[in-house]
């Protein structure tokens, strides 16, 4: 019987052993990477030598072919003398052999290529800016535009940078010299577009050289906002108002920081006979800051001069000052507010009728016209507002001698109101504050229009309160940053800060009770009238007398603290007030 043939599959050894094959095969090859691995780990310093060697070769040849022909002979000679010396020393070949490897050896290390020039993103970036441009910085008829769609950017973009997360950081691009550099519409058309192109939400600065036809874009860090109210060292009628960037003043001054104490740059505001702006004005958006700088500015004030504060806002801001040496009088009501400017308005004009009268007798100016006057008003077009409603006069009205006289009379003006009441403003406190600071959130269309000129930085979506630019005169628009000078009474304000702001204020002239007095709703508490003391101490003072809580604006005292005795008089009574000049 014939025996039947098994399955294929169970004849046929091809496959297996193919599988076999391919086992061994890939050992094989396992044991020749690892063989190949150890060999280059063992052979690597006589893999780089002969590197090196190859290098020195190249380099060597290289050499005696730039070499001209009649030097050649002389040179060839100069190393066959260099051979032979060192045949001859003690142990020359082998110091020379040596020091070959060892030039081997560092001619053939491996060096990490440097990565030149902008990745392919960043590329993508800088090419999109260029296009972006085009619109604005070419026109028709340029025989050889600058900047033309699909042209090449890197004939313009002289210099640029990018931060680790691939945004720029610095770009210097040129300009045709037919772009109306010098013309704010056009500068800002090109800001807007740089600002947008590079990534909003940061500050830019912009520096035009109109001279180079080069405009440079920088982004800039935040001011540090860590520096709170502290005693400055400046000069009397020197006021800081805040700090700014490093290249955009001369001057430092040592502050203490969060990092302990470091020299930040200053923006210093001089006041007194001799400057140029005596009186300044801060606007902003509310909850911007504007207080707060006021409020720096009193306690900077009260080291060298008196202060008077009217707190149009009611809301007892300034209710740390109260009983405070060298503080006159703390105002939120109307009636005393009036009253109190009134007084203003007339100790201005006989400071200056007594300054006159020693000029002429030539006597010196009387020490009573010397010492500082600082009118410190916040939101005056609240009260304005609150007069016309109640048909009383305008409180801004007696702003006005101190504002004019006020620099020869060492009287200064501080006002602070906001954005949207800035239409309120009298003509006199627009026309003779000279100083400006817009606070908080701004277009470059309110900075502009509030401080004369634009800012050179893009302003930014948010910024952090006390924020924002400043201006002395004509000079250049700078950013700040407020001291954080919080208000000492407020439940928000921390302990530190409140500790720095109460280190600041004078000694105490009045018990604690005047301070609900005069700053809560326009003083409604009786005072003592045993307190009550004239400037002098003979002047004329009325007798205060007790009266029921009226509202805000309805007040009818005003409590007046002067060379830091207490003095208080009637609100409406005008007269006492002049009797007491
Ligand atoms: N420079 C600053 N540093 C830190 N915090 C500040 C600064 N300026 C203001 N603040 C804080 O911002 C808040 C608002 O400040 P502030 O009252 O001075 O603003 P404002 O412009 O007067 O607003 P409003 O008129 O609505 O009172 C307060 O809590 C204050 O402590």
Known sequence: MARRPLPRILTDSAPLARMANFASLARGREFARTAADS??????????????????????????????????????????????????????????????????????????????????AETERLRALYEALVPYLSAEGDPAPLYTHGGDWE?????????????????????????????????????????????????????????????????????????????????????????????SVQRTLPVDGADGTRDAPPVVWRTGPRSTEPHLLALGQSGSGTTTLLRSIALQALAHGDVLAVDGTGTGEFGCLVGRRGVLAVESGLAGALAALEWASQETERRLVAANRARQSGRPVPDDTRRPLWIVVDRPTALSHLAAAEGRDDPQR?????????????????????????????????????????LGTATAEEVRAVLGAPPHTTPTASVPPGRGYARLGSGPVLRVQVPATPDPFDDATSEAHREAVLALLPERTAPDDTESLATVDGGSAPSDPARANGADGADGVDEAEPSAAEPVGAAARVSIVKGGDARTVTGGSREALSADR
């Open 39 to 120: 060999a280059s780990d063992v052979f690597h310093p006589l893999i780089t030598i002969g590197r090196g060697l190859r290098r020195l070769a190249v380099a060597a040849r290289g050499r005696w072919d730039a070499t001209p022909k009649e030097s050649r002979g002389p040179l060839l000679f100069f190393i066959g003398a260099c051979v032979l010396v060192v045949a001859l020393v003690p142990y020359g070949p082998l110091l020379a052999l040596i020091a070959v490897m060892a030039a081997g050896a560092w001619a053939g290390r491996e060096r990490t290529p440097v990565v030149t020039g902008p990745s392919e």
């Open 155 to 247: 004939r313009v973009f002289g210099a640029y940078a990018f931060d680790d997360n691939g945004r720029l950081e610095r770009l210097q691009l040129k300009y045709p010299a037919y772009f109306t550099d010098g013309e704010d519409r056009s500068r800002a058309r090109i800001e807007q577009v740089l600002y947008a192109k590079a990534g909003r939400g940061r500050e830019y600065h912009f520096a035009w050289d109109e001279l180079a036809n080069q405009l440079t874009v920088t982004v800039l860090g935040a001011l540090p906002a860590d520096i709170a109210a502290q005693r400055f060292v400046t000069s009397p009628g020197e006021t800081v108002l805040g700090f700014t960037d490093p290249d």
């Open 398 to 438: 007696w702003l006005q001698v101190p504002l004019r006289h006020g620099r020869a009379a060492q009287v200064t003006v501080v006002v602070a109101d906001q954005f949207e009441s800035a239409d309120l403003l009298s003509d006199p406190v627009r026309a003779h504050t000279k100083a400006r600071v817009v």
